[in-house]
């Protein structure tokens, strides 16, 4: 990375939810089930079928939002995310738009010089995962063809969307850690990422150093490794600024991260969100959240890394490293 640019990073991090049926309908979450079999007329999108909303899903997102000081929106609502994929049967997404369910929220994550730095959150929300392509070549640009396997579909997710406050890839990778450390000790998701149940879109754009204004941004989808993280970020950050040096402007658009390659590849303009058609879902009611059950979601709470942390260097007399390592996973601690 050019010396006289900086790189500015938001992740919007995506987890499955580790509820037994999706989140509009009775259709098992299983992983690695036999193709297209954990599926119903509602989460393929059959004319006449009606979601139902699974209530443990608005319970685990209240839960991380409340550990990653969110507020919560007590009224809130789905909207229809309108785009045509072939992994997307329904040919719409159920997703929050306008009234997501968490919001404001920050975390503190620690940096090489032993520092701590505050990464805002912008929102959490719900929404329906798709389904899964399975390409046929070495990777999506490259393929003959592809197969759809339905089993996914309707998997519930929340969308974690960080404010542009991210500064380096390997800041990017402490924010992801520091965030699977919370969904795993809420214990809402195994977080496996070779599953595809912890996945990452990374926002980058470079700009020269001093200036205040964002450059143009692209954005990296689907990551589903720490080192993939980082690679891609370092990788796009440099691809950037290489062609700012030499008078170019930047396109905004979805890239891919090519693995074996090491490279990211063009895979379509970037979309804004008026090209989805947002409008409130017609066919779920609004989500009413007293502040009853959101003091009751709080006291369920457990005990987090940080506070394991403290607790366990002031009780026990254990040095720094070896706490981390007890508290790096709820089982472990």
């Known amino acids: 990375m050019a010396k006289n640019y900086e790189t500015v990073i938001g992740l919007e991090v995506h987890v499955e939810l580790a509820t037994k049926t999706k989140i509009f309908c009775g259709c098992s979450t299983a992983f690695g089930g036999a193709p297209n079999t954990h599926t119903c007329p509602v989460c393929t999108g059959m004319p006449g079928s009606l979601p139902v909303l699974n209530k443990q899903v608005v319970e685990y997102a209240a839960a991380v939002g409340l550990a990653t000081n969110c507020t919560i929106t007590q009224n809130c609502k789905f909207d229809r995310k309108n785009y045509f994929y072939p992994d997307n049967p329904q040919n719409y997404q159920i997703s929050q738009l306008y009234l997501p369910i968490c919001r404001n929220g920050h975390v503190d994550i620690e940096l090489e010089d032993g520092t701590s730095k505050p990464v805002r959150?912008?929102?959490?929300?719900?929404?329906?995962?798709?389904?899964?392509?399975?390409?046929?070549?070495?990777?999506?640009?490259?393929?003959?063809?592809?197969?759809?396997?339905?089993?996914?579909?309707?998997?519930?997710?929340?969308?974690?969307?960080?404010?542009?406050?991210?500064?380096?890839?390997?800041?990017?990778?402490?924010?992801?850690?520091?965030?699977?450390a919370i969904l795993q000790y809420c214990g809402i998701s195994d977080c496996r990422m070779e599953e595809g149940s912890l996945r990452c879109d990374a926002n980058i754009s470079v700009r020269p150093v001093g200036q205040k204004e964002l450059g143009t941004k692209t954005e990296i989808k689907n990551i589903n490794s720490f080192k993939g993280v980082e690679k891609a970020i370092e990788y796009e950050a440099i691809r950037q600024a290489k062609i700012l040096e030499a008078g170019g402007t930047i396109k905004q658009e979805t890239r891919t991260w090519d693995e074996k390659e090491g490279v990211t590849k063009s895979m379509r303009s970037k979309e804004e969100a008026n090209d989805y058609r947002y409008f409130p879902e017609p066919d779920l009611v609004p989500i009413v959240i007293s502040q009853e059950w959101i003091d009751r979601v709080k006291k369920r709470q457990p005990e987090f890394r940080e506070e394991k942390l403290k607790r366990y260097k002031k009780e026990f007399d254990i040095p720094q490293y070896d706490a981390e390592i007890l508290t790096e996973s709820k089982h472990m601690a």
Do not use: F
């Open 121 to 180: 959150i912008h929102e959490i929300h719900m929404e329906e995962d798709a389904g899964k392509l399975v390409h046929h070549g070495d990777s999506i640009t490259t393929a003959d063809y592809s197969l759809v396997d339905y089993n996914r579909t309707g998997t519930p997710l929340l969308e974690i969307v960080s404010e542009p406050d991210i500064r380096s890839a390997k800041q990017a990778v402490a924010y992801m850690e520091k965030m699977r």
